[in-house]
């Protein structure tokens, strides 16, 4: 039976919770034990899969098609364990079990209430699908005092009271504030916060407290004192200048082995750290700086690219550079020539995105890399709109275009209506609901012998993870690749395009898969390492 560690947040949101887990799930790795992580969110969505990026950020799609809290990309990038649809779960998906559950008659005319019908629901996701694990850790999404959230706590309050002692551990996140009218910290909101937990009837074991500013001694002091802890399960969580600097910060200040004790295990060894120690010089001491432009529809808000823009950072990391990005609103080139905005960049990435704004920005951007002579990466959206963009300017196709955005007189890119999946064939219709009826999760493809991709990959046949509801209609194949294009990885059967590169251009690939979602620092994904080696080749001829 694994054990459970439930970590929450207090006083404010955004204080960190997904990167201490991931950060801690990486720590517990290194001293031997095997992870889980997942996340519990309390909105009422089924799922991010139709939330506006604006709100929620990125959609963090795993390998068995589930579309998640963008949480569970960190998880990934620190443990290397591949997520699974069980491992998010909303009250909304809580609530349409119950209710699901009701309709059938399951509950035997009981009244259906938050407990223990919603409370237990919950406790059987918590505990689902974990027996691989020594140790999952299960974040709570919100933070204390949230009215939605009130079920989850009760859920893990319950939880605790009902396995064996030792088994499950509390860690909250809280924020230590300086006051600088005051000069000092203030360490009252974590009592606050600590206080409204205890009153559901939940003691942490360990506070990850977040400061600006050195916590000190006579902080730490207070805190435990005021919060029933001991003064070394007070833990500072400070700043970092990247986010893989966190495991080593955390071990330094004693939470793994504070977490170790309070669940009652072995130590284990001392973690190796070598591995984060050189990635953290890497990106702090990098031997260069390449330039890539983002054109993209959400550049506004950093998280709707999440796990792009680690992806490159990892890329970055591989070739020994920094990879500046500088972040272009795709409508900006919908009324300015992009030779304008784009002189001085190394590489151009074009990446994923619905609707129809931008989408001739980005289209404007792709001609000019390819005209240019610039590295290109378009990713699902992005080599969607690099197809139309060969149709039109190469191909004489004067009327491409998606029929995302309404008819079209030369349909290049249209509505998937079926797909295999594992042997069975999956459609869809126009008409059908918009949340998670897309192409989703891990799909096959097979390289082209010859091609660049093929090189980059060292192999004939690669899974990549999707999502998109639309694709490069196969039918203009033949006159795409008739003017220069070139389709590099089609899908097993042939019937749809995968990958498309342009020879004789230096770096010119777009996929219609997120090769983002498999980027580890640890180990970058192979498009993402050559990508950054091709602007950094770029570089240097500036």
């Excluded at 009252?188 to 409204?196: A, N």
């Excluded at 404007?364 to 005209?371: D, G, H, L, N, S």
């Excluded at 699902?380 to 004067?398: D, K, S, T, W, Y």
């Amino acid at each position: 039976m694994p054990r459970f560690v439930f970590i929450t947040g207090g006083v404010v949101s955004s204080l960190g919770k997904g990167l201490a887990a991931a950060a801690l799930g990486s720590l517990l790795q290194l001293r031997g034990y095997k992870v889980r992580l997942r996340k519990l969110d309390p909105y009422l969505n089924v799922d991010p899969g139709t939330m506006s990026p604006y709100q929620h950020g990125e959609v963090f799609v795993t390998e068995d098609g589930a579309e998640t809290d963008l949480d569970l990309g960190h998880y990934e990038r620190f443990t290397g364990v591949p997520a699974r649809a069980s491992d998010s779960v909303s009250a909304g998906r809580i609530y349409w079990t119950v209710l699901t559950r009701e309709r059938h008659g399951d509950f035997l005319g009981g009244t259906v209430q938050v407990v223990p019908h919603v409370t237990d629901t919950i406790k059987e996701v918590i505990q689902k699908d974990v027996a691989d694990a020594d140790i999952v850790l299960c974040e709570i999404g919100g933070t204390v005092g949230d009215i939605e959230g009130l079920p989850f706590l009760e859920a893990i309050r319950q939880l605790a009271n009902e396995l064996p002692r030792g088994e499950v551990a509390f860690l909250h996140v809280t924020l230590v504030p300086f006051i600088k009218s005051a000069g000092e910290l203030k360490t009252k909101p974590t009592q606050h916060s600590v206080r409204e937990l205890r009153a559901i009837g939940i003691q942490p074991d360990i506070l990850l407290c977040r400061s600006e500013l050195e916590l000190t001694p006579e902080a730490r002091r207070k805190i435990a004192l005021q919060c029933s802890v001991r003064v070394d399960a007070v833990i500072p969580a400070y700043d970092a200048e990247t986010i893989y600097e966190v495991p080593i910060s955390y071990h330094a200040e004693g939470l793994d082995n504070r977490l170790i004790e309070a669940l009652g295990l072995p130590a284990g060894p001392e973690p190796d750290l070598s591995a984060w120690y050189e990635i953290v010089n890497r990106v702090k001491r990098p031997e260069g700086v390449v330039k890539v432009a983002i054109v993209g529809k959400y550049t506004e808000h950093k998280d709707a690219y999440k796990s792009l823009n680690e992806a490159l950072t990892h890329g970055g990391i591989a070739n020994n550079v920094r990879v500046e990005l500088d972040w272009i609103d795709a409508d900006y080139f919908v009324a300015v020539d992009a030779s304008d905005r784009l002189q001085g960049v190394n590489a151009i990435l074009v990446p994923g995105g619905f609707g129809e704004r931008g989408a001739e920005g980005k289209i404007a951007a792709v001609t000019y890399a390819r005209t240019r002579g610039l590295p290109f990466f378009g990713i699902c959206f992005g080599m969607q709109l690099a197809c139309v963009e060969a149709a039109r300017n190469l191909a004489g196709i004067n009327g491409a275009n998606s029929t995302e955005f309404g008819l079209a007189a030369d349909p290049v890119v249209g509505l998937m209506t079926e797909w295999q999946r594992e042997g069975d064939v999956e459609r869809r219709a126009p008409t059908d609901d918009m949340g998670g009826t897309m192409r989703l999760g891990a799909y096959p493809c097979d390289l082209q012998e010859g091609s660049l991709v093929r090189r980059i990959y060292g192999t004939a046949r690669v899974d990549e993870r999707h999502r998109h509801r639309y694709e490069v209609n196969s039918d203009y194949k033949e006159r795409l690749e008739a003017a220069g294009l070139r389709f590099s990885g089609m899908s097993p059967d042939g019937r749809l395009p995968e990958i498309v590169e342009l020879p004789g251009h230096p770096w010119f690939v777009g996929v219609q898969f997120h090769p983002e979602l498999r980027s580890q620092p640890m180990r970058p994904h192979p498009l993402f390492a050559d990508f950054v080696r091709a602007a950094r080749q770029q570089s240097m001829l500036v």
